[in-house]
């Protein structure tokens, strides 16, 4: 006996829950020429959400695009940004890099383990759809306090995600970066990042070329797991959230290694046409991003997909978002090498359908037509829209610090230790320790340096890698902390010795419809685009993560940086932290009066309040030339950039290289005397970094930082194992090393 | 010399072997899938370590019945080289090549950081250029790499210097405190009563270059290559 399902009708209601406004519901009938039907207005639904179609962000992005790549016309970008799954860079010799990364806050929020794991996954995926080797992952993180159970909560399980996915599909994650504070509270962030490599001419795009050729779903099975997920992603997290768990979707790692594995095999026997992944709106953006790529028609029988539940409808099938599946785009006749790799990795491989001349996208069930849609208008031409922004109202008073009403602390060593136990700055080898950081044994660079490096064999290349965004920056001041979001994380990569070459952004926000957020959102974006024309590090692609809300309100606007370095040569490397006794400490770059917005009148003074540290980004990219140039020659025995909690911070990281052996410094300050104390140790004034040199070079690095304009200060020696900072701190180092490495863990515990 | 390192499904540590044998140690290399049933007279078997079937039902539970494992089990019995690392040694115990289990480690957390070994016996044929107690820094990266056995094959282990390697502090004091996952007697790696299996939890081929900070792992495959040439 069969059974039909009879499907919902499309009533008003119906409409407005798929979170279609009356004014898109129109443009769909237009598109149409008639109504759509339940599968249909599904379909829309999702391709149609912020998550796939940049409604709220595209003129904001476009614009962050298009100004960098055009200010940086040596830049070597493959594919233009938004063109394909992810940014491709040349690097020379032959090779190039595709990198992006992306977020997963609300699964995670829900559903801390699957939620990060399949955050993971979903960008691997995005990184070997392109023909690249995956070789590292990286993560950005924000939680609330982690004094809360609930954030310890959330931590252990997104720590723990990351590592099952990571760790058993054999990529190293290699670093990243974590902030602890009230505005992620109920919304925390998990941003992951992926870096390939591939050989140039060995891309593949993700379009459907050539009418007969077969369309192959391979991976895993269709489940009703991820059901709308891109839809759940565009929404604000409220108390009902918790039952959107369903929306969450469920990973397997194993798997994926087999479908990375056959789908790199596959790849060179130029069977492949196109590639795309399964990921937000599953079977139904992979096929009509493809066709609409290839300016193409397509159809499928979704009694062909592979499922692993009965009674699925159309609905359910297309917007499913079950993990590790691909769609193939296979060349006519070579169907028998597809059916034959797969078979070896024991995966599915079916045939679903074939490109289509025309443009629509047909979807079939056992024959019968339940959906057809021109596959540009799901992809391309969904109604865009410019938001209303305004000035937030917290800003102007939130931005006044009257520095006559802080009193400076009796005891800079109780500051100092307190800074070191925030888990925003202490140790993170908590967390890295439980991710395989090292497979593929090409991480030269262990976490906790500035920036990661991994070498590329068979080369002299090595490649760094650092994320990077200061919310609480962005917060009061969205422009400047979107300059700083960049300009940090490329002097993070500068600091290793590798030259910042492109970037790629997760921009994390509220909720769109709001002009104060919007405005936010404008003046990061502004911001970026400033800085990376100034360091000619184009915009290679990324992510929008809107509508980061709980019922407290929104998280801080956190436009996160994925910093992508090149070393011609790895051997021009530097290590962040001191490496002996009797080396000489010199502080590059000028300190002012700035204690706006730190870490330190955070903890100290219990404020987030004042103006973030000014960013020259003529200064910064001296400075970056300087390091460079110095790293070319050996100068410099290590170099550390300062951050939160500033000069004394940095010092006391630079202590850290070797576990249980801290070394000290002894540091007599000959300027400042203009300088408030707490702002000469624990100011963030930017465009600063910490080096050590041998005594010989002290001379030549003098020379140099002349040469680059750049400001130096001589602060004192390496020393054997005590902190000492003119008469403001004296602190034994294994003191410091002990609060600095317990400071996570014991709250963990 | 001959060499090959077994690919299961999941294996993710494989080209690194492959990679020091032949870049490192300019030693003839070959991958062999899993499912192929012949070795090729080969002098080393490499069980590199990973998530052979995704750690399913149990580590490497599943790949004890891959096909090639009936040609791992030929090559031991016939007195040549095989060595287990991590995953791989999950599997030799699986396989009954070695005695004893692996457990999920005490923190109940994967667990990927450098540590101290002590070589228990530098008289076999994976160690003959490490010294007896000699302190050497090989990294881990495992979940589940707490070693257990019953009370009489300890015994046996200990009696017959079996125990390969220890973990210790950077002095080579044995204690809990640096036993990083529970270990039993703090046992890093074991050989079989003939000598030739060795299973061992820590990673040799991440320390064998200077580049990725130290070289202690690379005496490991320098023993095997000198011993076998």
């Known amino acids: ?749 | 010399m001959k060499a090959a390192v077994i690919v299961f499904p999941g294996s993710n540590c494989d080209t690194d072997c492959w990679h020091v044998i032949r870049d490192v140690m300019n030693v003839n290399v070959d991958f062999v899938w899993h499912k192929e049933t012949d070795l090729k007279g080969v002098d080393l078997v490499v069980l590199p370590g990973g998530f052979s079937y995704g750690d399913y039902l149990r580590c490497g539970a599943i790949a004890r019945f891959s096909p090639i494992m009936k040609e791992v089990i030929k090559h031991a019995d016939a007195g040549r080289y095989v060595i287990g690392i991590c995953n791989g040694f999950q599997v030799l115990l699986e396989a009954g090549l070695l005695p004893g289990a692996l457990l999920r480690n005490r923190t109940l957390r994967f667990m990927c950081k450098p540590v101290y070994l002590r070589v228990e016996n530098s008289t076999t044929i994976f160690t003959n250029h490490l010294k007896q107690n000699q302190v050497i820094e090989v990294p881990i990266a495992h979940g589940e790499g707490n070693y257990f056995c019953d009370e009489r094959t300890l015994e046996t282990l200990e009696g017959n210097k079996k125990i390969i390697f220890r973990y210790c502090s950077e002095n080579g004091t044995i204690s809990d405190e640096f036993n990083p996952n529970g270990s039993l007697s703090h046992i890093a790696g074991i050989i079989n009563q003939k000598g030739n299996v060795l299973g061992m939890m820590p990673h040799p081929e991440r320390m064998s270059e200077s580049i990725l900070g130290g070289t202690d792992g690379k005496k490991i495959w320098e023993s095997i290559v000198s011993y076998v040439k």
């Open chain 1, 1 to 749: 006996m069969s059974m039909t399902i009879s499907e919902p009708k499309v009533t008003k209601e119906l409409i407005e829950r798929h979170g279609i406004t009356p004014e898109e519901y129109d443009y769909i009938c237009k598109i149409l020429g008639r109504e759509p039907n339940f599968t249909e207005l599904g379909i829309f639904s999702v391709m149609w959400s912020e998550h796939c179609s940049y409604k709220n962000s595209k003129p904001v992005l476009k614009k962050l695009t298009k100004t960098t790549i055009a200010a940086c016309p040596n830049s070597l970008l493959l594919v233009k940004p938004g063109d394909e799954n992810a940014g491709v860079i040349d690097i020379g010799d032959g090779l190039a890099i595709c990198f992006k990364i992306e977020s997963h806050n609300h699964p995670s929020a829900i559903e801390p383990f699957q939620g990060a794991a399949t955050g993971v996954g979903g960008i691997i995926r995005d990184i070997f759809t392109m023909g690249a080797r995956p070789i590292l992952c990286m993560d950005s993180l924000r939680f609330g306090k982690l004094d809360e159970k609930i954030n310890k909560h959330l931590l252990r399980g997104v720590v723990a995600g990351i590592a099952h996915y990571g760790n058993c599909i054999g990529l190293p994650t290699v670093g990243g970066e974590i902030y602890f504070d009230e505005s992620y509270e109920g919304n925390c962030l998990v941003n992951a990042l992926c870096l390939g490599l591939m050989k140039k001419e060995d891309m593949i795009k993700g379009s459907a070329k050539g009418a007969g050729n077969p369309v192959y779903y391979v991976g895993a099975t269709t489940g009703r797991d991820g059901l709308g997920g891109a839809a759940f992603a565009s929404r604000e997290l409220t108390e009902e959230s918790k039952e959107d768990r369903p929306a969450v979707q469920v990973g397997d790692p194993f798997l994926e290694k087999l479908l990375l594995e056959a789908c790199l095999e596959l790849k060179k026997t130029g069977a492949i046409v196109g590639m795309q992944d399964m990921g937000a709106a599953g079977l139904t953006c992979s096929t009509c991003e493809t066709a609409s790529r290839g300016s193409t028609g397509i159809e499928i029988d979704l009694v062909k997909v592979p499922k692993r539940e009965t009674g699925m409808v159309p609905y359910e099938i297309m917007l499913s978002e079950s993990q590790e599946r691909m769609l193939v785009i296979v060349e006519k006749g070579k169907e028998k090498i597809v059916e034959a790799i797969f078979e070896k990795w024991d995966l599915h491989a079916v045939k679903i359908g074939e490109v289509r001349d025309g443009h629509l996208m047909k979807v079939y069930e056992n024959g019968r037509l339940v959906a057809e849609i021109p596959a540009r208008a799901l992809a391309e031409d969904g109604l865009i829209y410019n938001r209303e922004s305004t000035v937030p109202g917290y800003l102007k008073e939130m931005q006044q610090l009257d520095l006559n009403s802080i009193a400076e602390p009796a005891d800079f060593n109780q500051v100092l230790l307190k800074l070191l136990d925030d888990p925003s700055i202490a140790s993170k080898a908590w967390i890295y320790e439980q991710y395989d950081h090292m497979v593929r044994t090409d991480t030269v660079f262990l976490p906790g340096h500035d920036a990661a490096l991994v070498r590329v064999k068979g080369t002299k290349k090595g490649i760094a890698l650092a994320t990077d965004c200061n919310g609480l920056y962005c917060y009061l001041d969205p422009y400047e902390g979107g300059k700083i979001a960049v300009a940090e994380s490329a002097r993070n990569v500068v600091c290793s010795g590798a030259k910042p070459i492109a970037i790629t952004n997760c921009l994390n926000f509220g909720n769109p419809m709001k002009p104060d957020i919007f405005w936010q959102f404008q003046k990061c974006v502004e911001g970026m685009t400033d800085a990376c024309c100034v360091f000619q590090t184009p915009v290679t692609g990324g992510n929008v993560s809107f509508y980061n809300e709980s019922p407290k309100g929104a998280i801080y606007p956190t436009p996160t940086i994925g910093m992508l370095g090149l070393m011609e040569n790895i051997e021009s490397r530097i290590p962040s932290f001191f490496q002996k006794a009797g080396d000489t400490i010199y502080l590059l770059g000028e300190t002012l009066n700035e204690i706006g917005a730190s870490q330190y009148l955070l903890n100290v003074h219990g404020l987030k309040q004042g103006l973030p540290p000014r960013l020259d980004l003529k200064k910064e990219k001296a400075l970056h030339e300087m390091i460079l140039s110095g790293a070319q020659e050996k100068t410099f025995v290590s170099c550390h950039d300062l951050s939160d909690g500033g000069l004394a911070v940095a010092v006391a990281e630079c202590l850290f290289g070797k576990i249980g052996h801290p070394l000290g410094a002894r540091i007599d300050f000959e300027f400042g005397e203009n300088l408030r104390r707490d702002a000469l140790l624990f100011g963030e004034t930017q465009s600063r970094v910490l080096v050590s040199v041998e005594t010989k070079n002290e001379k030549f690095l003098e020379a140099l930082a002349t040469e680059h304009g750049v400001p130096f200060y001589k602060l004192g020696k390496v020393t054997e194992n005590r902190l000492k900072i003119d008469s403001f701190i004296d602190i034994d180092s294994t003191q410091l090393e002990q609060v600095y490495r317990q400071a996570i863990p014991r709250r963990m515990s």
